[in-house]
């Protein structure tokens, strides 16, 4: 089954940056998209930016001109750069495959996430 690893969350004052990693255990060479999903207290879980195989990338309009996702296929990685933070970013931050990986069960499988508060 695979793995995924977030990393770079954070408490930050609005305005402030972050840069978000997610380490997958498996390759995703041959994964057409890898996103980045958001999940907003008491809100369900929402893809806030992809990017494709040969680097083309799509936002949500929330965070478009503020969030860049990027992808190193050599190192099994996702990365989303966030800046000009906003307090309606806050939430846990989810890196998966699109559509998500399955579990052994058959469900989606889903990292343990990471923590962005953005708060003044």
């Known amino acids: 089954q695979v793995q995924i690893v977030e990393s770079g969350g954070g408490l930050v004052q609005p305005g402030a940056s972050l840069r978000l990693a997610c380490v997958v255990s498996?390759?995703?060479?041959?994964?057409?998209?890898m996103g980045w999903y958001r999940q907003a207290p008491a809100m369900q879980r929402e893809m806030v930016a992809r990017v494709g195989s040969g680097g083309s990338a799509f936002y949500t309009t929330s965070v478009e001109d503020r969030f860049t996702i990027s992808r190193d296929n050599a190192k099994n990685t996702v990365y989303l750069q966030m800046n000009s933070l906003l307090p309606e970013d806050t939430g846990v931050y989810y890196c998966?495959?699109?559509?998500?990986?399955?579990?052994?069960?058959?469900?989606?499988?889903w990292g343990q996430g990471t923590q962005v508060t953005v708060s003044s």
């Open positions: 498996e390759s995703i060479g041959s994964v057409t998209d």
């Open positions: 998966n495959r699109v559509p998500p990986y399955k579990s052994g069960s058959g469900y989606d499988y």
